[in-house]
């Protein structure tokens, strides 16, 4: 096979490669416009919940969960598919810097972990998550996922001494748009500080105890959809930026190949026509020849 017969091959192979980091750069941009009408929403139910939370815990502070004996837990966000550049590292970073200082989860600098996406689990190295659970692909995924975490903490509860609370501190990309931020979040941390000040107790049509519970699960409904929802818009701007690196550098080097089968077609036309002329004076030589004789 010729050189530029190689070239030929390679070129038509980038072509390939091309067509699909292609479609996976459109199902990334698809994912991050399914997700940019998700989150405000979810930001806001969120926010409207940590405002009344504030609120209650406010009048009612001994409902507060207590953090005193809890077990922690560290749950890290990662991504279930590849392509996003150094998502999954700037946690695993972030996390040994928590580590480092002793503010993974409730003083203890080795609490409980538990991982979500593939991804993320294979790059842990020597560390051994409690649990490790497959992330979503796809934002119709995230309410499957949330139940395998539901049910994976209530087996690390169930393993637990009786009466022990976990304590859950979550770590995740947010959907800023230079995919850098990392979020740390404790949920319920904060609710005794209310945003506004009340000189009167809330209105309650329940009993202040049914309330806390029904308000704290549906606090953790929301900011683990809206956590997940935020992760997953970050991953794919990471792959969509990551794609389109990649396609800028084929189209680089296809071009590059390009030009060079072009040049050793152009050799090869050149030799062609030199093949050719010479063959004509041969021809014209002995037709001169023939003719004296």
Not at 37 to 54: D, H, K, M, S, Y
Not at 98 to 119: I, M, Q, Y
Not at 193 to 212: C, G, I, K, M, N
Request: hydrophobic content about 40%; some cysteine; glycine content about 8%.
């Amino acid at each position: 096979m010729s050189k530029r017969q190689e070239l030929a091959e390679r070129i038509e192979d980038l072509t390939d490669i091309k067509g699909i980091l292609n479609a996976m750069k459109n199902l990334a941009l698809m994912e991050v416009h399914k997700l940019g009408r998700f989150l405000p929403a979810q930001q806001r139910v969120v926010g409207g919940i940590e405002e009344a939370a504030a609120d209650f815990f406010h009048f009612h502070p001994s409902l507060l969960p207590s953090v005193e004996g809890a077990c922690p837990v560290f749950l890290v966000v990662g991504s279930e598919r590849g392509f996003c550049g150094d998502f999954n590292e700037s946690l695993l970073a972030e996390f040994d810097r928590c580590r480092a200082k002793g503010t993974t989860g409730n003083g203890d600098p080795s609490p409980l972990l538990v991982t979500v996406g593939h991804k993320l689990t294979m790059k842990l190295g020597g560390l051994k998550p409690e649990a490790a659970l497959s992330g979503p692909s796809v934002t119709e995924e995230v309410p499957v996922v949330l139940v395998q975490l539901m049910e994976a903490l209530e087996d690390l509860q169930r393993h637990r001494p009786i009466g022990t609370r976990l304590d859950v501190a979550i770590l995740s990309h947010g959907s800023g748009d230079n995919g850098r931020a990392i979020m740390l979040r404790r949920p319920f941390r904060e609710f005794g500080r209310p945003r506004a000040s009340y000189s009167h107790p809330p209105r309650l049509t329940l009993p202040p105890p049914e309330v806390a519970t029904r308000l704290l699960d549906q606090y953790l409904f929301a900011v683990l959809h809206w956590i997940f929802y935020a992760s997953l818009m970050a991953e794919n701007r990471k792959r969509f930026q990551h794609m389109d690196q990649a396609l800028q550098q084929l189209e680089k080097e296809t071009d590059d190949l390009t030009r060079k089968h072009h040049v050793l077609r152009q050799e090869e036309i050149t030799q062609e026509i030199a093949v050719i002329m010479l063959s004509a004076e041969a021809v014209g030589e002995n037709g001169t020849n023939v003719v004296d004789k």
